[in-house]
């Protein structure tokens, strides 16, 4: 652990030397992020945000349950929230929630994707523009969601509620605060990572800096901006298969946004990176087959 941090600690005093070698440029690509983020995060994350968090305080209480009979996790209200919002909406629920250790890591199994406003508004419209390509997207990332939280599911049924249940007047302010200082959070770490991936982009020999790999790799870094790249240098087909991948992966930006969420009921770091692994290799397999079996 010593040595872990030591390292660390290196790496971020070097990332401030490169940033002080180059300012204007990085501040640049730090603006980048913050204009990716307000142009095609922002808009779609928002407002689903506050009302999906407004709908599930009013909603009322079943004593059936879907999740609980696919996941062992009995939490409807936070599976639509994550299914509907997006990233890391999903986590927040669960750190909201009354959920203990144990049930909080198979709750994040599936309650962890991106939204379809997100990828329908950003990255089908304006990216892939076409509809077949856009609808792979959605269905790849909602069965990998759903796939992956069978293959980590409860053997136990177990309730999950919030931690205030009953409405009161002052809840619609104090949701709106919360979303918006849940959202900025989420630009900061977009735009930092945004302006990271610009830095480790200058070790590169020219050559290869537009190339599809490290268009993909860019992706596993901070999703937003290789989801970009990838569309931008590959065809359709290539496209959607790696930003289906990309999209239920996260990338390290999304882990840390969720990780600031789920570290809160002390979800272990390992634990949600091996889920977000198998939802990534399942959304891919899915991805490929639709897109063999409808784009090609």
Not at 120 to 135: F, R
Request: proline share 3%; charged share 10%.
């Amino acid at each position: 652990m010593k040595y872990f941090r030591a390292v660390i600690t290196l790496i971020l005093f070097a990332v401030m030397g490169i940033f002080i070698s180059s300012p204007a440029k990085y501040m640049k690509s730090f603006f980048d992020g913050i204009t990716v983020w307000a142009y095609n995060v922002l808009p779609a994350l928002f407002p689903f945000a506050v009302l999906s968090a407004i709908a599930l305080k009013l909603s009322p209480k079943s004593k059936r349950s879907l999740s609980g009979r696919l996941f062992g996790v009995a939490c409807d209200e936070v599976w639509a929230m994550s299914l509907l919002c997006g990233y890391p909406i999903g986590a927040k629920a669960i750190a909201d929630s009354d959920a203990d250790e144990t049930t909080a890591t198979v709750a994040s199994s599936f309650c962890s994707t991106a939204g379809p406003v997100f990828i329908i508004a950003t990255v089908g419209a304006k990216l892939l523009q076409n509809i077949c390509a856009t609808l792979i997207l959605v269905v790849s990332q909602f069965c990998a969601a759903i796939i992956n939280g069978l293959l980590y599911r409860s053997k136990q049924i177990v309730r999950v509620s919030e931690k205030q249940s009953e409405f009161k007047a002052d809840d619609i302010g104090n949701t709106i605060t919360n979303s918006v200082l849940s959202i900025l959070s989420v630009g900061g770490l977009i735009a930092l990572f945004y302006m990271l991936a610009d830095m480790l982009k200058t070790f590169l020999p020219v050559s290869m800096q537009d190339s599809l790999v490290v268009a993909y790799a860019i992706g596993v870094f901070e999703m937003t901006n290789g989801v970009f790249a990838v569309c931008q240098l590959a065809d359709v087909s290539t496209a959607t298969v790696l930003c289906s991948s990309l999209l239920a992966l996260g990338g390290m930006c999304v882990f840390f946004q969720c990780y600031a969420f789920l570290g809160q009921k002390k979800v272990s770091p390992v634990s949600i990176l091996k889920m977000k692994l198998t939802q990534s290799a399942i959304a891919t397999v899915v991805g490929f087959c639709l897109v063999k079996l409808f784009l090609q």
